[in-house]
């Protein structure tokens, strides 16, 4: 069992919790992902580890409560414990010392997954540029880890209630514009499929490298059963061995879009049994 060390809400429906789990702790690297599972009915989740802490043996997770499981575990308290908790998992993040700056972008809960990879690119001496965004203020995360990061954050929101008015590839596009290109090494960028698609957009004209992490559905997490199969340079991958990172030229978002949608009458059906069961139809949280 691991258990729940401490949780913190940061948001609405957006927690962070820090899990017991040595092994994984050790052995994370940037961009790698966890599958749990919270007990023996549940079904299995994976989530990026947004830091770690290997004297403590701990790691980070951030995560929205969006379906059934997410929910459940939104409700689990410290000290609560979870059944299975599987990683590290994925291929870690790319990291080297780039000649020019690197544009890190996280959007909504992205920014969680696109923190650990700026703490490792600034770790070995890049400037690192990051823009994170969110619909409005109160759903803005981890502003001030990924200032401590950063040798320049750019805050956006939507309705401009925080930092820049407007969407985090406009200042994308701003920052490419005012670096020149040329000196733009590297752009990762991790937030909702339309995001990443957009970021992606943004930075080809500009033939700026630009990495994102993408999320579809994942069963066994182990290559076996091809739930997470996304095209890519006309290629088919599986995310959960082959990624979840991709250069964001190449992928096919129409498809990742239509994969994402393809249970969603049974992920709101899970969802409101559970919410009628547990809570007479409401949200604990909220
Ligand atoms: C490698 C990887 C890393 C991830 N890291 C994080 C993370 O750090 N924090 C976090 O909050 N989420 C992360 N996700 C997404 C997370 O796994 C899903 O939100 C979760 O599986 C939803 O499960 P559920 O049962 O709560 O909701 P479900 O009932 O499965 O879905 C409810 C609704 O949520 C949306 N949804 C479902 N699956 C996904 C998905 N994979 N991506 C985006 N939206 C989805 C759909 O709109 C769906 O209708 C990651 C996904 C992957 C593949
Ligand atoms: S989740 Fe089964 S192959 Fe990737």
């Known amino acids: 069992m691991f258990e729940i060390v401490s949780k913190e809400k940061l948001g609405p429906a957006v927690f962070r919790m820090d ?3 040595p092994d994984i702790a050790r052995k994370h690297q940037a961009g790698n992902f966890i599958m749990l599972r919270i007990n023996e009915e549940g079904e299995r989740i994976p989530l990026t580890v947004a830091d770690k802490d290997a004297e403590k043996g701990t790691v980070t997770l951030v995560f929205q409560a969006v379906g ?4 459940e575990l939104a409700e689990l308290c410290e000290g609560d414990s979870l059944l299975d908790f599987v990683g590290p998992l994925g291929k870690p993040t790319h990291i ?5 700056v690197v544009v890190c972008v996280g959007g909504g809960i992205g920014v969680a997954p696109v923190h650990p990879i700026a ?4 770790d070995i001496g890049n400037r690192v540029i990051s823009i994170i965004g969110a619909r409005s203020k109160e759903l803005l995360i981890m502003e001030e880890e990924m200032k401590a990061t950063s040798d320049e954050l750019i805050v ?3 309705d401009g209630s925080y930092g820049k008015q407007g969407f985090v590839t406009e200042a994308l596009d701003e920052v490419i514009r005012r670096e ?10 991790i937030g909702p499929v339309p995001m990443m ?3 992606a957009k943004t930075t080809e004209p500009y033939g700026v490298h630009t990495e994102v992490s993408l999320n579809p559905i994942m069963v066994d997490a182990t290559g076996m059963c091809g739930a997470c199969r996304v095209t890519v ?3 088919t991958k599986f995310a959960c061995v082959d990624g979840p990172e991709f250069d964001g030229h190449k992928v096919d978002f129409d498809e990742l879009t239509k994969r994402l949608a393809m249970y969603k009458e049974s992920e709101a059906r899970a969802m409101k049994i559970y919410e009628e069961a547990s809570h007479g139809g409401k949200r604990c949280w909220e």
């Open 197 to 199: 698609r957009f970021c």
């Open 119 to 122: 703490c490792a690119l600034k």
């Open 96 to 100: 080297e010392k780039f000649n020019g």
């Open 233 to 235: 340079g006309g290629e």
């Open 19 to 21: 899990i017991a789990a």
């Open 68 to 71: 059934k499981t997410s929910a």
């Open 180 to 189: 020149g290109k040329e000196n733009v090494a590297l752009v990762v960028a």
């Open 156 to 158: 956006c929101t939507d």
